[in-house]
């Protein structure tokens, strides 16, 4: 998984860095084949803007954007966005590819 991080006038230090970083690890949990993270910070007239671009093979990338006064409410924000757009995607292809009522009574008779 490729992760790029930029940051347009906006100052990222190190321990914010990492917990991005963190984050996005923890986004392996959905068993998702996630190709590219895409981690644009922009400062704004009125505070920062987050913009988180996830890239998963065979399926449409995933774009939170996210907008607060303060950076790292912003980026907490459009993780826990992110978070539930891929759990919301992982449940899709899960229920998908799970069996039906119909399939299971004709499997038991």
Known sequence: MNIQIHAKDVTLHANTRAHIE???EAFKKY???ITTVNVNLRAEKKGVSVE???HIAHSQPVVINQSD???DAAIDMAIDRASKAL???HDKIV???A???K???VEEE
Do not use: Q, T
Request: hydrophobic share 45%; no cysteine.
């Open 22 to 24: 963190a984050a996005i």
């Open 31 to 33: 068993s998702l084949d």
């Open 52 to 54: 988180f671009d996830i």
């Open 69 to 71: 006064e303060d950076l």
């Open 87 to 89: 759990r919301r995607l």
């Open 95 to 97: 229920s998908h590819k």
């Open 99 to 101: 069996a039906s009522i």
């Open 103 to 105: 399939e299971i009574e």
